[in-house]
């Protein structure tokens, strides 16, 4: 974490007093996973853990990665965490994992997001379209009803990008020049293909839009200037995860992605760390139920310079992030199929350590599953089959293939789904 000491961030601290604050919370995490977190308990020793002294202990605990989670989850859980409930990420590097989050973590996350919206130009109580997952897919319709209610209640409304078929898409165009959205958050490529229908159909958008936030995935220079082309609004680029929530966000200078520092400290591994991408890890100073120490995303960044954003903020921001791919499916049908799609499809199934999806003709497809298979049940392969069947079409010829090793693609990113029609 690194500050411009003397400059004003939005908190109202200068740089110096937000490191000490900072640093008497990474203290009293490092404190509490060195007493009750089985992982963290040899790493910590016996030493005093001081704000003086806490970041020099905290560069030298080894990285927490989801491999290590995945191989023993109970090593990472704090004991007495009676509040926490189970989570999953699917990994938007293709690696799901299953962990504990307390309820302050909850919250956190919630407001972490708001935070990010507020950098796009929302204000409480504006209207926000979510072109997202699909929750009716992925829990029970109990769950799903809970979450529609609560986005009633704070003006939001949700379209699926799990199903991103030409009618779809009208249907999602046509119920938004209703709701009149002063926002669209959504997935990267799901913002392309959204784009894409409209300007095939001839449709103009005239949503009353303050922001477009794009998240999830990298979205590149060209692809930005033709969302915001169509809409027509300003993008601006999210940076999180599950487990974290908003990790970075843009703000109205478009330069760079600023920290969230209220939530997490960040470290970018690369010898010329402003040039030279290196692995984004993260600390996360909420959750003490599953703390994540000097976590590994299985993204990669560079900072931006330290220096005074030009809409006045001091923390830090990172410039480029690699990592995150993914394709959008279309099966023979026409159907197209967000890639998170798949992602969210492993959530909570034990022992898959990484997974890629692949498409090698419009109604051919193959699943490669790296997994532990003392923990993997046999008969998941067929559950999975079942979910993809339903999602791809009854025409669907799908192949499941256990693996030894996936290896990432020649430029170096790791694509969770991958589509050799080409076209996208």
């Not at 760079?256 to 600390?283: A, C």
Request: charged share 25%; hydrophobic share 35%.
């Amino acid at each position: 974490m690194r500050s411009c000491e003397g400059k004003q961030g939005e908190s109202g601290l200068c740089d110096a007093e937000r490191a000490a604050f900072r640093n008497e919370r990474l203290a009293g995490l490092l404190r509490h996973c060195r007493d009750t977190v089985p992982r963290w308990k040899s790493a910590l020793g016996s030493g005093e853990i001081t704000a003086a002294n806490v970041m020099e202990i905290h560069r030298s605990l080894p990285l927490m990665r989801r491999s290590d989670v995945q191989a023993d989850p109970r090593d990472f859980i704090a004991a007495g965490a009676t509040d926490s409930v189970p989570d999953a990420t699917g990994g938007s590097s293709g690696t799901p994992m299953q962990f504990q989050v307390d309820r302050a973590t909850q919250i956190a996350r919630e407001s972490s997001l708001m935070w990010a919206d507020g950098l796009a130009g929302w204000q409480p109580g504006e209207r926000i379209a979510m072109l997202w997952g699909s929750e009716k897919d992925l829990g029970s319709a109990v769950r799903s009803l809970r979450l529609r209610l609560r986005w009633i209640i704070d003006n939001r409304r949700w379209y699926n990008a799990f199903d991103m078929e030409p009618a779809t898409m009208r249907g999602f165009h046509e119920d938004m020049q209703r709701f009149r959205p002063h926002i669209l958050v959504a997935y990267a490529s799901a913002l392309r293909s959204f784009a894409d229908f409209l300007r095939e159909a001839k449709e103009v958008p005239r949503y009353p839009l303050r922001a477009v936030i794009s998240s999830a995935e990298v979205m590149n220079d060209s692809v930005r200037r033709f969302v915001e082309e169509i809409f027509p609004a300003p993008v601006f680029d999210r940076y999180g995860n599950r487990e974290f929530g908003a990790i970075a966000a843009e703000c109205e200078a478009h330069d760079g992605r600023h920290v969230n520092e209220s939530d997490v400290l960040l470290e970018i591994l690369s010898p010329e760390p402003e040039r030279v991408p290196g692995p984004i890890v993260v600390t996360y100073l909420h959750n003490f139920a599953m703390p994540f120490i000097r976590y590994d995303t299985g993204d990669c960044g560079t900072w931006l310079p330290p220096a005074r954003c030009r809409c006045g903020r001091t923390t830090s921001r990172i410039g480029r992030i690699e990592g995150r791919s993914s394709d959008i499916i279309r099966t023979s049908e026409g159907k197209m199929i967000h890639g998170e799609y798949f992602s969210h499809l492993l959530y909570g199934t034990n022992g898959v350590r990484q997974f890629q999806f692949v498409q090698d003709s419009p109604s051919e497809y193959r699943l490669l599953l790296l997994v532990d298979s003392a923990r993997y049940a046999g008969s998941e392969d067929e559950r999975i089959r079942a979910a993809l069947v339903s999602a791809l079409g009854a025409r669907a010829r799908i192949r499941i293939e256990h693996v030894e090793e996936l290896r990432p693609l020649t430029s170096g990113k790791r694509r969770f789904t991958v589509s050799k029609l080409g076209g996208d």
